[in-house]
Structures are given as C-alpha cells and as structure tokens.
C-alpha cells in the first residue's frame, strides 16, 4: 500500500506539472516593473506622536516620481474574439528592498484573472476601483507620488479603493464614445455581508482630444481585507467628476473630488493644471489642490506643485519636482505620498529629484 500510495502522489504530481506546462506554452507572459528612487527634501515635517512640525528632513524615498514595483502580466487566446488574461503586481521599497506603495501583502497591489471579449472585460481579485482609474486619469499632474491628488488621496483614506481585495469587477466595450465600469468588493465575513463591503463605478465619455470622467465608491470598515497592514477598508464615500483636453502638446486637466468619512471629515477637492511636451524628450506638468472640510471650513489648505521629467531614453528618466502646501485649521495635507504624507500646520516647501527606469 506504502508504494502504491507513493505512485499516486508521482502521477499526480506529473499530471498537474503537465498542466502547467501546457497552460505556459500557450500563454503570453510578460514581466514588467517599474524602478524608482529619489531624494526627498522638506522644510518641515511632522512628528507622529505629537502632530508637532519636527524640522526639516532630507531622506532617500522610493516612488518619487511613481511607486516602484514588478509584476507578471500574461493572456491567452481562446478563439472568437475572447481571451483569458491575468495581473500579478508587487510594490517595492527601492530603500530597503521590503514591500511597500500596497496593502502589504507580496502582491498587493493586483493579484486578478479575467476574461475580455466583445463584450468587454470580467476580472475578479485583488484590483484597483473605477473611481481610483477616474481620479488617475484626471490628475493634473497624472498621479505623481509628490505633489498631486495621490498624498491627498492617501492621507485621507490610505490604499483603501486602490487596491480592493475579494472584488469582481466589469468594464464594458466602448460605444459611442461612452464607457461604463463598475466593481464589487465582498467583505469575506461569514453572516455579515456588510463588513468590508465595498463597490464603485464610473462612466466615461471620449470624443477627440477631450476626456470626461465621473466616478463614485462607497465601502465599509471589517472583512477579511481590514487585517492587510495598510488599512484597505477605511469606512468612506467618495463622488469625483472630472476631464481633459489635449491641444497639441499641452494637456489640460481639471478634477474635482469629494472624500466623506461619517463622524470625521468631508473634504472637497478642487484641482487644476497642465501639461506641456516641450521636446520630444521634456515633459513640465504643474497644477494646483485646494482642500477644504465641508464639516468645518476652518479647515483648509492648498497644494501647488510643479515638475520637469527629462527622458534620457524610452526606459529611463530624471525628474525634478517643487511644491508648496499650506495647511490651515486641522487640515494636515502632506507634500509627498512617500516620506512627507502628512503635512504640520502652517507653510512647507519640498522638492524631489530622482531617477526611474521601466523594464
């Protein structure tokens, strides 16, 4: 019987390796990361047990242009216009090689199959929100980890909506210039499907060089996903309406957004800014954030930044960015996601220059 069983586990182990092999030959996978590190200077920064300014910092940051990461990314054809497809993505701390820019988990930041087709695209898994996707496309300064929508984002309600754990999600074709998509996290909580709970949509209208986003999410605190060190299910709502325009080589973006925490905050975000190519090879983006608490409109602050990226070739580039915040009432807007997230009242001034390689 000993042998036998032993048997058994050879052919099993030897079919489902011919599995695998199989499915890889007829896959397409790719790997991709993005790889970037920065100097990070403030003129004050905040200490975490008293909220108090605590000086000026100057420090190494990783994802100061964009969160550094790695991931595989694969599709197979499964004849009449389907195909399946699959995401696996990790952030990276570029400081200390640790996990970082996710809920911390080894791929927290997407971790998803689907399937797309005509008629448009089913995924289910660990994957970003349409109202993050709106909120990206809209940024004035396409999401850069400093100086932008992100650390407002961030600060207010850290990765919950970016990366939703326990989530189907569906994207429909475009028609019409018009494109839906809407998500639904389950909260995993056995007798308690409110926990964790989170959904979101959002519609999107394109004609030319013109973009109009809007998009809304609305999630619970609990499930199995608030365990993540980073909190992913911060209890919030969130509405955001916003568009583009490209004229030539200049891009205009405006954006507004509306974070709501019951008992806590109800920010209104108002954005605006640009983007200019100068050459093919100098990109200036600049744009502006102004925050105010609908609770209290003592609380309030502004955020104006400005950066320049210079590509030293299609993989590579250097950047150097500017910003500014001030921070009224018990507003705590910070100039950085990483590094400078939270920001001490009164005026700050940062700047970060870095290096980024794509593979």
Known sequence: MKHYRNYRGILASTLLGSVGLTAH???????????????????????????????????????????????????????????AIFTLESGIDTTNGGLTDSNGNLFGRQAWVGIAGNFGTVKAGVQLSPFVLSLIATDPRSASYFGSGVPIYTGSVFVTGAFNSNSIS???????????SALLAL???????????????????????????????????????????IPSTVAFSGRTIGGSYQFDRIIVKAVFVNYKIAGSFDNRVYGG???????????????????SDGNDTNNHSILAATGVIYSLSKATLLYGQFGYVDNHGKMNTGVSTNGALFGASGSTFGTAVGIRHLF
Do not use: C
Request: overall charge neutral.
């Open 25 to 83: 030959a007829q896959s397409n996978v790719t790997l991709y990361g993005i790889v970037d590190a920065g100097i990070l200077y403030t003129s004050k920064s905040v200490n975490p047990a008293t909220g108090q300014n605590a000086g000026h910092q100057l420090s190494l940051v990783t994802g100061g242009l964009t969160p550094s990461l790695f991931g595989l990314k694969g599709t197979e054809d499964l004849g009449g216009g389907m195909k």
């Open 170 to 180: 569906y994207v429909s074709p475009t028609i019409a210039g018009l494109q839906g």
């Open 187 to 229: 909260g995993g909580v056995a007798g308690n499907f409110q926990a964790g709970r989170q959904y979101s949509a959002s519609l999107n209208y394109t004609y030319g060089p013109l973009l109009i986003s809007a998009a809304m999410y609305s999630g619970n605190a609990g499930g199995t996903a608030s365990t993540t060190p």
């Open 273 to 291: 800014g640009l983007s200019y190519q100068v050459t093919p090879d100098t990109n200036i983006d600049t744009g502006v954030w102004y925050t």
